[in-house]
């Protein structure tokens, strides 16, 4: 039977796109004015994440016990929920630190590669089975911010160490929430066609990340160059 091997290659494939464009988001020129905008783009992400859980666990529960899946899935988004809960609360607290106004943010129309993030997941869990979750979650949690991160975001920019809370949380949570995805994965008794709802869910997930990424990024004129290799610190 396939395993969670099968999705961990695709990934795999995609990986070295996703870890250029980390690359840039951190090492291009400007990153004093780029962290605020990292910022707010993650709270657009992560204040997604309960609710589309929350619905998934619902959807879960509709479908009772005629389908394998939804018991044992059900009760992973439930737990999942209290993990991360007011997530995105933490980002408002960092930008606040820096200044910024939390309500703006918060009212604020989350940018359109946001939505492309996110908005596949509501249709798949709507349209055709919660599982599909699985593959985003996979995606976020497997691209957990570094444990050195929060370090030279402070020493890069001279922000207080307050304003790194949720880059150095994450750092350390999302590591165990991703094996326990893949652990996950592997353990419920998936058919063929659910394994690649699954599979199909992470690579558009891949794909949107590194959209919002590249947007981070982008609006930074010295971003160009420093993907070129220059003006690196």
């Known amino acids: 039977m396939p395993t969670t091997t099968d999705l961990r290659a695709k990934l795999d494939l995609a990986a070295p796109a996703v870890h250029a464009a980390t690359d840039r988001l951190w090492h291009a020129p400007g990153l004093a004015e780029r962290y605020p905008r990292y910022l707010r783009a993650m709270h657009g992400v992560i204040r997604a994440s309960v609710p589309l859980m929350e619905l998934a666990a619902r959807r879960c529960a509709e479908r009772g016990d005629d389908d394998p899946v939804a018991g044992p899935l059900g009760r992973y988004l439930h737990e999942h929920v209290k ?52 593959g985003y979650i996979a995606v976020l949690e497997g691209n957990a911010p570094a444990g050195w991160l929060a370090d030279r975001i402070v020493a890069a920019t001279g922000v207080p160490e307050a304003a790194v809370r949720t880059v150095r949380a994450h750092a350390g949570l999302d590591t165990a929430h991703a094996d326990e995805v893949f652990t996950l994965i592997a353990t419920l008794p998936l058919t063929a066609a659910q394994r690649a709802a699954v ?35």
Request: net charge negative; glycine share 4%.
């Open 83 to 134: 993990e991360e809960a007011e997530h995105d609360e933490w980002l408002l607290a960092d930008l606040a630190v820096l200044g910024h106004d939390p309500d703006r943010t918060r009212d604020a129309l989350p940018p359109p590669e946001v939505a492309r993030l996110a908005g596949p997941q509501y249709y798949w869990i709507e349209h055709h089975h919660p599982v599909t979750l699985l």
């Open 199 to 233: 599979t199909i869910s992470a690579l558009s997930t891949c794909d949107a990340l590194l959209r919002v990424l590249d947007a981070i990024t982008r609006e930074h004129p010295g971003a160009a160059r420093a993907s070129k290799g220059e003006d690196r610190p």
